[in-house]
């Protein structure tokens, strides 16, 4: 977990990049970071894992959802909103209790 000073810092980067790259640029930039994790996920089920590659562009993608979150003023409590949803719809569907 991050502390709040930590969070801040990320808030204020990700508000300095979009401002000196532009929003429009930093989106194309998240999709392209999450095409990278994507593709190092799938050499890692084609049995060529490398996780080093993996959480480097875990973190990338971290960065990235960053930008998107003040590009788009994404709220905390908005977002954990969708990931109860979200479990609570996976817990339905794999018969997981509730």
């Known amino acids: 977990m991050i502390s709040h000073r930590e969070k801040e810092k990320l808030y204020q980067f990700a508000r300095e990049i979009i401002l000196a790259n532009g929003g429009e640029k930093q989106q194309i930039k998240a999709a392209e970071e999450l095409g990278e994790l994507q593709q190092e996920m799938l050499k890692a089920v084609d049995g060529r894992?490398?996780?080093?590659a993996i959480v480097e562009e875990f973190a990338d993608v971290i960065v990235m959802l960053w930008q998107i979150r003040v590009?788009?003023?994404?709220?905390?409590?908005e977002i954990?909103?969708?990931i109860d949803a979200k479990l609570y719809r996976t817990r339905k569907k794999f018969n997981l209790g509730l």
Do not use: A
């Open 80 to 82: 954990e909103k969708w």
């Open 49 to 52: 894992p490398d996780r080093d």
């Open 71 to 77: 590009m788009f003023g994404i709220t905390r409590p």
